[in-house]
Nanobody, 119 residues
Framework: QVQLVESGGGLVQAGGSLRLSCAVS????????MAWYRQAPGKQRELVAS???????TYADSVKGRFTITRDNANLTMYLQMNSLKPEDTAVYYC?????????????WGQGTQVTVSS
């Protein structure tokens, strides 16, 4: 069973930075795409950033220029560098990965890590 474990969340002042990590218990080359999602209280979960096995990235408009997603396949870890944080970035951040096995898409989620940005 694949496990995704996030770390690096916490409390930070507006304008500060945090780096989230997602440790993966399987070869990352098997995952077509990996991503970070977030969910704020009372809101739907939203895509923050994604990265393919080839390294192509996409970002939500709200985080472009501030967040950077990377993956270290050798160390089985994905990262989200978050700079110039704003109070509206406050949410639980989730790691996500998906792979195809025998024609079936297998999605995986981490347990989430809380990020709180104070004004």
């Amino acid at each position: 069973q694949v496990q995704l474990v996030e770390s690096g969340g916490g409390l930070v002042q507006a304008g500060g930075s945090l780096r989230l990590s997602c440790a993966v218990s399987a070869s990352m080359f098997s995952f077509n795409s990996m991503a970070w999602y977030r969910q704020a209280p009372g809101k739907q979960r939203e895509l923050v950033a994604s990265i393919t096995v080839g390294g192509s990235t996409t970002y939500a408009d709200s985080v472009k220029g501030r967040f950077t997603i990377t993956r270290d396949n050798a160390n089985l870890t994905m990262y989200l560098q978050m700079n110039s944080l704003k109070p509206e970035d406050t949410a639980v951040y989730y790691c996500f990965a998906i792979r195809a096995r025998l024609g079936v898409q297998q999605p995986y989620w981490g347990q989430g890590t809380q990020v709180t940005v104070s004004s």
